[in-house]
């Protein structure tokens, strides 16, 4: 079983950047797909980003590509999503999660997903 742990939320303005990051553990990684997902208040869980263990593969949903960056660092079984030019409405809880599925293609949908952390808080005041 994999473990995520997400981290780096927090309470900022519209404007400036935060880095959140998500460390897995608990399994070998080499076959996984990661992904990040987002829920406002009121809202489903949405799609942001997702990224192979590999990374020779990366997706953004629309509404964030060109401001945010998926990233990893595989010595370090972490995932990283930099988000930049933070807007009101990126205001939710971010969550990591993780496939460890063979053949899959991304973006996968959430139900594509096994393991999940339990999310971070990100605030953007306007």
């Known amino acids: 079983q994999v473990q995520l742990v997400e981290s780096g939320g927090g309470v900022v303005q519209a404007g400036v950047s935060l880095r959140l990051s998500c460390a897995a553990s608990g399994r070998t990684l080499s076959s996984l797909v990661m992904g990040w997902f987002r829920q406002a208040p009121g809202k489903e869980r949405e799609f942001v980003a997702a990224?192979?263990?590999?990374?020779?593969?990366?997706s953004l949903e629309d509404s964030v590509k060109g401001r945010f960056t998926i990233s990893k660092d595989n010595a370090k079984n972490t995932v990283y999503l930099q988000m930049n030019s933070l807007k009101s409405e990126d205001t939710a809880v971010y969550y990591c999660a993780a496939s460890n599925r063979k053949g899959v293609v991304i973006p996968l949908p959430r139900t594509g997903y096994d393991y999940w952390g339990q999310g971070t808080q990100v605030t953007v005041s306007s």
């Open positions: 990224i192979t263990w590999s990374g020779a593969i990366t």
